[in-house]
């Protein structure tokens, strides 16, 4: 008998879930809206807000999963990547939290818990899998030969597929964070409307910046012949700027299928939200005889599910800290 609470403040968003002998029975997410004004996430705004959002949040975890504090056997808690002032706020909480219960602490990596997302609900994916894991930070394709056995075999040289989603919004006058309105425009676009060169990168890695760019200077160049291109052509603009996101990443991702023989393929982080990818990714699955494992929506963005999930694994076989452990920043995969 396991219950499980789980601590997720990497980025913006405050998280507290608990895992119940393997079944997430409690999943609250703390949005923060006050970066909406600054077109990003400012570190210290997020690191104060997490304060004033994680206790309310713990108190509502333990009434939706009707359990109390005294029934909690370990936390479970994001240790990084993050921002380093935000995963203070939940290393600090979870420290105490399991010194003052006298229980074991479990630190977590978040992008291994992106992935491990897909063990929260049915059908789960068949070991070994390759997960395209696409958030506002990472975008790599991992194969994942056990829960905590993952090695990335390709990744971004810069930005990643999140940002470019973000970085495109802005540039098209849309509200941070850009990428669920991308997705809502490109709906009611045209993706064949205009063309963006996909970038040529070797092996299965990625690359954002240069294609970020090229958008920037034909919308440029688009404006001065026509001032309100923009607001003219938005879905259809949305819709092809998608699509070509969606090429590059389907690109390395059939490449690598074809390469490791695997035809297991899931994918994972907040980009995983886009309904475009999801839908490219389904038709892949008829068209190349894949296996597709797609995470519910509230499990893709960041979420303390996926802590608690991983959290749980480790506590099966007794992986865990001590009062010592400090939060990172840039934690190794
Ligand atoms: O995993 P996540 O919540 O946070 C990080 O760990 O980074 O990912 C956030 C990223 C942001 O870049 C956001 O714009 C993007 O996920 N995102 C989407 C969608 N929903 C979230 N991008 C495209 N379409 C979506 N529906
Ligand atoms: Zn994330």
């Not at 954002?208 to 919308?219: A, C, E, M, R």
């Not at 802590?307 to 452990?325: S, T």
Request: aromatic share 8%; net charge negative.
């Amino acid at each position: 008998m396991s219950v499980i609470l789980a601590i997720e403040s990497s980025c913006d968003d405050t998280s507290v879930a608990i895992c119940n002998n393997g079944k997430i029975t409690a999943n609250v997410i703390a949005n923060q809206t006050i970066h909406q004004n600054y077109g990003g996430v400012i570190p210290e705004l997020a690191s104060r807000v997490h304060q004033q959002n994680i206790v309310p949040s713990v108190q509502q975890a333990l009434i939706d999963a009707k359990v109390t504090k005294q029934d909690i056997n370990a936390v479970a808690f994001t240790r990084g990547p993050g921002l380093l002032g935000s995963l203070l706020v939940g290393v600090s909480f979870a420290k105490s939290f399991a010194l003052a219960l006298n229980i074991p602490l479990i630190s977590v990596n978040h992008m291994h818990a992106h992935i491990l997302a897909h063990f929260i609900d049915d059908p789960k994916p068949n070991f070994p899998f390759l997960c395209l894991t696409v958030s506002g930070g990472h975008t790599q394709i991992v194969l994942v030969k056990d829960y905590f056995d993952m090695e990335i075999v390709g990744e971004t040289l810069d930005d990643a597929a999140g940002e470019a989603f973000d970085k495109t919004a802005k540039i098209l006058q849309l509200p941070y964070p850009g990428g669920p309105l991308i997705d809502k425009h490109a709906k009611l676009g045209n993706p064949q409307a205009f063309k963006f060169a996909v970038p040529q990168i070797p092996e299965l890695n990625f690359s954002f910046s240069g294609f970020k760019t090229s958008i920037l200077y034909f919308i440029r160049k688009q404006e001065k012949e026509n001032p309100n291109f923009i607001a003219e052509n938005l879905d259809d603009i949305c819709a092809s700027v998608q699509y070509s996101i969606i090429q590059i990443l389907m690109n390395k991702l059939k490449k690598a299928a074809k390469q490791y023989g695997i035809n297991e393929i899931a994918i994972a982080g907040g980009v995983s939200a886009n309904s475009g990818l999801r839908n490219t990714l389904q038709e892949m699955a008829t068209e190349l005889g894949w296996k597709v494992y797609i995470p519910a929506f509230q499990y893709c963005t960041d979420n303390a599910g996926m802590i608690a999930i991983a959290g749980y694994q480790k506590y099966l076989i007794n992986d865990f800290v001590g009062q010592e452990v400090s939060p990172m920043a840039r934690m190794e995969f």
